[in-house]
């Protein structure tokens, strides 16, 4: 059974940081890409960013520029460097876990964790 836990969330001023993690363990194969995604309220769940464990990373166009994906294949954990955050970053982050890309057997997701962007 792989288990997602994620870290890091919470609430920021626009223009802050924030840094989100995500560990994944159990796995009994390999976990060849870890990513993010959110859900704002009353809106559909949307890509963030996810990254390969050979190295491909793509973004959303809404945070290019902004937000890093990293990730530590050894641990099986990415992270989630968020800059210059907006108001309209606000939303439940879902970690996200596939064996492949394409077709995947496995699909898994973290228990989420909320971003508030607010003065």
């Known amino acids: 059974q792989v288990q997602l836990v994620e870290s890091g969330g919470g609430l920021v001023q626009p223009g802050g940081s924030l840094r989100l993690s995500c560990a994944a363990s159990?796995?009994?194969?390999?976990?060849?890409?870890m990513g993010w995604y959110r859900q704002a309220p009353g809106k559909e769940r949307e890509l963030v960013a996810y990254?390969?464990?050979?190295?491909?990373?793509k973004y959303a166009d809404s945070v290019k520029g902004r937000f890093t994906i990293s990730r530590d294949n050894a641990k099986n954990t990415v992270y989630l460097q968020m800059d210059s955050l907006k108001p309209e970053d606000t939303a439940v982050y879902y970690c996200?876990?596939?064996?492949?890309?394409?077709?995947?057997?496995?699909?898994?997701w973290g228990q989420g964790t909320q971003v508030t962007v607010s003065s």
């Open positions: 990254m390969t464990s050979g190295g491909i990373k």
């Open positions: 159990g796995s009994s194969f390999s976990i060849r890409v």
């Open positions: 996200n876990a596939k064996d492949y890309i394409i077709s995947p057997r496995y699909n898994g």
